[in-house]
Nanobody, 124 residues
Framework: QVQLVESGGGLVQVGGSLRLSCAAS????????MGWFRQTPGKEREFVAA????????YYADPVKGRFTISRDNAKNTVYLQMISLKPEDTAVYYC?????????????????WGQGTQVTVSS
């Protein structure tokens, strides 16, 4: 199992940018698909982005396409989510996830590990 710790959340104005990081520990980090999800109070956790273990394949939820970029550095055991042109509707707790493939990650399946979450607040 992989242990995940997110960082980089905070308060930003509309149109601003943030970069989230997810530091992983565990020997199988490089073999897992990684992803980001987000959740707001009263709603289910929703898929945001996923990246394959090699980094060659990425997937994004429609609301974030063109604004968010997921990347990973297996040498540093870290996955990133660069967010630009932030909108108030991006406000949520963002969770890092590991497990399965990008195909299963997009559906929220086969996830072995979750981080504790980091709050992102976009103010207008």
């Amino acid at each position: 199992q992989v242990q995940l710790v997110e960082s980089g959340g905070g308060l930003v104005q509309v149109g601003g940018s943030l970069r989230l990081s997810c530091a992983a520990s565990g020997r199988t980090f490089s073999m897992n698909a990684m992803g980001w999800f987000r959740q707001t109070p009263g709603k289910e956790r929703e898929f945001v982005a996923a990246i394959s273990w090699s980094g060659s394949s990425t997937y994004y939820a429609d609301p974030v396409k063109g604004r968010f970029t997921i990347s990973r550095d297996n040498a540093k055991n870290t996955v990133y989510l660069q967010m630009i042109s932030l909108k108030p509707e991006d406000t949520a707790v963002y969770y890092c996830a590991a497990g399965g493939t990008t195909a299963t990650m997009r559906r929220g399946h086969a996830i072995d590990s979750w981080g504790q979450g980091t709050q992102v607040t976009v103010s207008s």
